[in-house]
């Protein structure tokens, strides 16, 4: 072969190459067409390409699952106040990120102004994903399928998210309704093509498209996973592994028990668990909240009694009510007809306080992926 053929074809194999490479550019930059980013533009502060919202979790690695366009959906659908029917709530009114993903009220305030019968829950943690990812049954480690809400009684963000849509004191909509409504805005007919192949709005997309997002809540950047603690927060982690990790569990992912009861009183005006199964021994027991970002989560407890994370302390320390559904690992330790006495002291009790607030993920709360996309 000639010396200039061989040439000739190395200059355009590179001129093909660099065209190759040129068109990939152009692909991954132009997510959306400039028109349809103009619409999007007007209403919404969205980067021009995906954010990732797959993650890396410490002991898994890199986990794919999320749709990238559905959860992108989800987190304007998270933040739109159409949700409710009086256009004054989104999801984010009780669950906000700079909290955790929690508010800040002991009852939150629904879309004509009446107060939630609970406590909202915080929406930050590991547990979220594994439980309702795929049915809960797709990821490294499951072996418990834990519910959601204080009584449990969803299986998935997908079902919560239907049952706070419709809730007659959190958004009061009517799901048909909503795919109606929010058929109005031109914005949601790209995201919903982008997320499903066509523009069609259904109830069962909104809620699935909001349980992407909403799965994609990981917190893994706290003080806490990074070990780094002093040593008042070393005394109070060595505190909570021996009287607190046996229901909340020690590394902060899935709960040990699913639900309790931790004794707040003797008669509770709310039955929890019991409320929806009826059966004796589920009455006055509750979910066992995660504790991640737990020091940003006040009001606690699914009333909101407590307003500090020393109220909390103090009862276990010294306020648990001989309920007859104690659970066993609150009852005194010799004497099961009394409850446990702690016995710390005021140094004990504030290196509890300290080690639950390394559980604070600053870098979450400040995630944009997660943030109001609103303009
Ligand atoms: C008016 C306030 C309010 C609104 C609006 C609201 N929530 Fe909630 N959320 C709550 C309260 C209160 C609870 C606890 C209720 C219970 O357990 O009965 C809760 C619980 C949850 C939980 C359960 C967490 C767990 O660990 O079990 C999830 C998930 C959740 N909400 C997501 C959403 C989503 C998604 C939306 C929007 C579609 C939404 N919420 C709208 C107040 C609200
Ligand atoms: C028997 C299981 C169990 C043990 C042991 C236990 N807890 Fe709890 N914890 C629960 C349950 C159940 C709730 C929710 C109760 C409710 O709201 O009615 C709860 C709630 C909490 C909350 C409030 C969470 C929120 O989001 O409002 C904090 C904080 C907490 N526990 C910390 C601790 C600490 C610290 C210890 C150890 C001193 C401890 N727990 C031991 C079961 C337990």
């Keep these: 072969m000639k010396t200039s053929t061989l040439s000739l074809m190395l200059l355009s194999g590179l001129f093909l190459l660099s065209s190759c490479i040129h068109d990939r550019v152009d692909v991954e930059v132009k ?33 794919p699952g999320i749709s990238n366009s559905k959860a992108t959906l989800g987190r304007v659908l998270f933040y739109d106040k159409k949700l409710s029917r009086t256009n004054s709530v989104s999801c984010a009114s009780c669950h906000k990120q700079e909290l955790g993903f929690s508010d800040d009220k002991a009852r939150s305030i629904g ?45 998935s963000i997908h079902e919560l998210s239907q049952i706070a849509i419709t809730d007659p004191v959190e958004m009061g909509m009517n799901m048909s309704e ?3 409504k929010l058929n109005q805005d031109e914005h949601y007919s790209i995201l919903f093509r982008k997320a499903y192949g066509d523009p069609q709005i259904t109830p069962n997309r909104i809620t699935e498209a909001i349980q992407e997002f909403v799965n994609s809540f990981i917190s893994v950047d706290s003080k806490f996973d990074r070990g780094t603690f002093n040593a008042l927060e070393n005394l109070g982690r060595s505190l909570f592994m021996v009287n607190c990790a046996t229901c909340h569990s020690s590394d902060m992912t899935n709960p040990v028990m699913a639900v309790a009861n931790n004794g707040l009183e003797l008669n509770y005006a709310d039955k929890g668990v019991g409320g929806v199964t009826n059966k004796p021994n589920d009455m006055d027991v509750f979910k066992v909240p995660f504790l991640r970002n737990i020091a940003l989560t006040a009001p606690y407890m699914h009333d909101g009694r407590f307003a500090t994370l020393e ?60 943030s109001d996309p609103f303009k």
Excluded: C
């Design 311 to 370: 109220e909390v302390v103090e009862h276990y320390n010294s306020g648990i009510q001989m309920h007859p559904n104690l659970h066993n690992f609150l009852k005194h330790p010799h004497n099961p007809t009394q409850p446990k006495r702690l016995n710390l002291s005021s140094q004990e009790k504030a290196a509890l306080v300290a080690f639950l607030r390394t559980l604070t993920d600053e870098t979450f709360i400040a995630e944009v992926k997660f």
């Design 31 to 63: 997510y959306y067409t400039d028109e349809e980013y103009e619409v999007l533009k007007t209403a919404l502060n969205l980067p021009s390409n995906l954010h990732e919202y797959n993650f890396t979790m410490p002991n898994a690695g890199f986990v």
């Design 178 to 180: 909503l795919a109606v």
């Design 111 to 155: 879309f004509d102004g009446a107060e939630t019968k609970r406590n909202s829950l915080a929406l930050a943690s590991v547990a979220n994903f594994e439980t309702s990812y795929n049915g809960g049954n797709s990821f490294v480690g499951i072996n418990t399928r834990l519910g959601f809400l204080w009584d449990e009684r969803a299986q």
